[in-house]
């Protein structure tokens, strides 16, 4: 991988770090759950930024089911928040 890359990837870990700081300090579910579902987003980035990085479109795919499985998770949770209201 080139530097731009690898400086690439160090970013989105550094925004992954974050976004778990902000989970661990959040005091509601809903707080937690955008930061997750932030969290998943950035992961799906860092897959495509792998897939690109090693010209393999193995890992494009590999996001494009975790982001749809992660999406739906979403859905699961909210869906779940709105009946315990």
């Known amino acids: 991988m080139t ?6 990837a160090l970013v989105l ?3 992954i770090l974050l976004a778990l700081v902000r989970m661990a300090l ?4 809903p ?5 997750l579902d932030t969290i ?4 799906v980035a860092l897959l495509v930024l ?3 990085g090693q010209q393999k479109a193995l890992y494009v795919d590999i996001a494009i ?3 749809l499985v992660s999406f739906v998770g979403t859905l699961f ?6 009946r315990r209201r």
Do not use: D, H, Q
């Not at 530097?3 to 690439?8: A, D, G, K, M, P």
């Open 3 to 8: 530097t731009f890359w690898l400086v690439s």
């Open 13 to 15: 870990g550094l925004n």
């Open 26 to 29: 959040s005091r509601t579910v």
């Open 31 to 35: 707080e937690r759950v955008v930061a």
């Open 40 to 43: 998943n987003t950035i992961v």
């Open 50 to 52: 792998l897939g690109a």
């Open 65 to 67: 089911v975790y982001g």
């Open 77 to 82: 949770v909210a869906k779940l928040m709105e």
